[in-house]
T-cell receptor
Framework: DVKVTQSSRYLVKRTGEKVFLECVQD?????MFWYRQDPGLGLRLIYF???????EKGDIPEGYSVSREKKERFSLILESASTNQTSMYLC???????????FGPGTRLTVT | QKEVEQDPGPLSVPEGAIVSLNCTYS??????FMWYRQYSRKGPELLMY????GNKEDGRFTAQVDKSSKYISLFIRDSQPSDSATYLC?????????????FGTGTRLLVSP
């Protein structure tokens, strides 16, 4: 059974704080993705990684950075959190041989 | 105009009804089509996955793709209260290598007992 886990389900941070969101997958896949989900806007791709230490910007990378030091782990970093980054953050990774992406449970981040 | 359009709902139906959920898209390069189900405060879970045109059935769920009309559908037969969730369509181009998905905004479905 494929598994994508995220470090926190709920997080409350203050404006200006540095925030780390971690994602771990056990599918031994090269590709991992970070999305944010907002009402009326759906899921939007922030960053993705296609190998260790490799990363590509998605559709809305501003205000975010990522780190991929190990194949199974992909971190999303908010360098200086702002209130407009309050959102649901979802990590995803595909199964080994398909286009099917599997999602983690999500981290609901509130920035006050 | 968004690349993928999906009616946000909510769509309210009685238990046992047949439900039809739909998405339209503008990018003719999309070849892979998926439906995800998302319960409140949870991550999306893959429900159905189809390649190119045609139908695919899995229990009470049928996914349909009409590439000529750029239109995909998910049918749920004998709907149950446990089907109450948000349904997201997603699609990707062939040969991207990176499985970059484009999502609809989701349709919220409410099935009442």
């Amino acid at each position: 059974d494929v598994k994508v886990t995220q470090s926190s389900r709920y997080l409350v941070k203050r404006t200006g704080e540095k925030v780390f969101l971690e994602c771990v997958q056990d599918m031994d896949h090269e590709n991992m993705f970070w999305y944010r989900q907002d009402p009326g806007l759906g899921l939007r791709l922030i960053y993705f990684s296609y190998d260790v230490k490799m990363k590509e910007k998605g559709d809305i990378p501003e205000g975010y950075s990522v780190s991929r030091e190990k194949k199974e782990r992909f971190s999303l970093i908010l360098e200086s959190a702002s209130t407009n980054q309050t959102s649901m953050y979802l990590c995803a990774s595909p199964a080994r041989t398909s286009y099917e992406q599997y999602f983690g449970p999500g981290t609901r981040l509130t920035v006050t | 105009q968004k690349e993928v359009e999906q009616d946000p709902g909510p769509l309210s139906v009685p238990e046992g009804a047949i439900v039809s959920l739909n998405c339209t898209y503008s990018n003719s390069a999309f070849q892979y089509f998926m439906w995800y189900r998302q319960y409140s405060r949870k991550g999306p879970e893959l429900l159905m996955y189809t390649y190119s045109s045609g139908n695919k059935e899995d229990g009470r769920f049928t996914a349909q793709v009409d590439k000529s009309s750029k239109y995909i559908s998910l049918f749920i037969r004998d709907s149950q209260p446990s089907d109450s969730a948000t349904y997201l369509c997603a699609m990707s181009e062939v040969n991207t290598g990176f499985q970059k998905l484009v999502f609809g905004t989701g349709t919220r479905l409410l099935v009442s007992p």
